[in-house]
């Protein structure tokens, strides 16, 4: 459907049938088992995922989002005996992921707070047993920012950094959807095998498929693989629940993006391939970043949620976007370019970089959705009609496709 502008989009329009049965609540035993659904030259077909890398074009560049998953939910006792859960969303001091988990005192974070009536003032505390050692680790609520809280953590032993903690006693926040516990097995299925770089509380699960013999087989199909950084945030769980999706506020998310793969990205002659959805946001963002700064050489290093839209917002060729890119990196002496997207893409969106994304089926009436829409049009009704009719599993833990833009 044509809309005069994405913003009046019906999100109704991006609803279908869902039954329980269908989300898949746990992985399969092989993660590259699991099926792959087809969409190219408007045409769907299926295989298995183990099948990808002879479905992919030969001049194909892979994308994949090395994020790794945090083990964000603390669980504090009160001594009335209220159990009060800290949701770690974002460090706020330090605000750099890295330098936060190597704090040995204490850091601030942005916290989404559960049982917050029975926490009306004081400090938390949590007692951390290392071996022989013992830790007190201690929560002190500092302002209330509307939806989320900023949360000081502070601890009585500096041999241990914040990172040590949450892996000590954290746990792993999985899809409030799959409606259970994070089970012990989950600190692994719920990660890419490439993953790298903590600061996630979701998993760029399109990734989940891969495995090393995968990779290799790229690798030596000659089909090149490079790697951005997004870390994925709470909000690519919330909801659409505006009538139209101008009153759904995206979520602000940092990226991280390498010399060597802008560079990638400018100099590869073939396919761009994103793996999930989140690659999708980093890489389109380079582009709006880049176009940003070609007008504007003091631009703020971040995409709002409706530039992409602007009448101008795409007058800028991709090679000179990128280039700019390169050109402010030489100039502030770094490799790595770091920024915030909120980027929204939706049905009526440019795509600059991509030509294709490897993703799972992702629920009704969600931002994801509208992604997959914008790539493939009016097709995703077909996309995910075929899938409800072939037992294709649903969500986090379920199958995946590979969509042809």
């Given amino acids: 459907m044509n809309f005069s502008h994405p913003k009046h989009i019906p999100i109704e329009e991006y609803n279908y049938p869902l039954p329980e049965s269908r989300i898949a609540l746990h992985p399969l035993a092989e993660r590259d088992a699991s099926k792959l659904l087809l969409f190219r030259n408007n045409e769907i077909s299926e295989d298995i995922f183990s099948s990808l890398p002879q479905h992919l074009p030969k001049d194909s560049l892979l994308i994949f989002n090395n994020t790794k998953v945090i083990q964000a939910r603390l669980i504090f006792q009160k001594n009335t005996g209220a159990n009060i859960e800290i949701f770690c969303l974002d460090p706020a001091s330090p605000s750099d992921y890295n330098l936060t988990f190597q704090q040995t005192e204490r850091c601030t974070w942005h916290c989404l707070v559960g049982n917050l009536k029975k926490w009306k003032d004081g400090t938390l505390t949590r007692i ?102 997004l870390h994925v945030g709470a909000g690519t769980f919330k909801p659409v629940k505006s009538a139209t999706i101008e009153g759904h506020q995206m979520h602000s998310e940092r990226i991280s993006v390498s010399r060597q793969t802008i560079e990638n990205l400018l100099l590869h002659p073939g396919k761009v391939i994103a793996v999930g959805t989140t690659s999708v946001r980093t890489l389109e963002s380079l582009y709006h970043l880049g176009a940003n700064m070609a007008r504007n050489p003091f631009a703020p290093l971040k995409v709002s949620q409706w530039q992409p839209y602007q009448p101008d917002a795409n007058t800028i060729s991709k090679d000179v976007a990128l280039q700019q890119l390169l050109r402010y990196m030489d100039n502030h002496q770094t490799d790595l370019l770091v920024a915030d997207t909120q980027i929204i893409i939706a049905p009526g969106y440019q795509f600059r970089v991509i030509d294709g994304i490897v993703t799972n089926f992702h629920q009704p009436q969600s931002t994801l959705l509208l992604l997959v829409s914008a790539l493939v049009g009016e097709w995703w009704k077909d996309v995910y009609r075929y899938a409800l009719d072939h037992d294709f599993r649903f969500l986090s833990y379920g199958d995946s496709s590979l969509l042809m833009k």
């Avoid at 951390?128 to 953590?153: M, P």
């Avoid at 892996?167 to 089970?183: C, D, M, N, Q, T």
């Fill in 128 to 229: 951390i047993s290392f071996d022989n050692e013992k830790v007190v680790l201690q929560a002190r609520r500092i302002e209330n920012l509307g939806e989320h809280h900023l949360v000081e953590f502070s601890w009585n032993n500096a041999r241990f950094t914040f990172a040590h903690l949450l892996e000590a006693v954290g746990e792993l926040p999985i899809p409030p959807y799959l409606k259970r516990k994070a089970e012990e097995s989950d600190k692994n299925t719920y990660q890419t095998v490439y993953s790298k770089w903590q600061g996630s509380v979701a998993a760029p699960t399109a990734g989940l498929h891969f495995t090393n013999r995968i990779l290799k087989e790229l690798t030596d199909k000659g089909i090149r693989q490079t790697e951005v950084t």
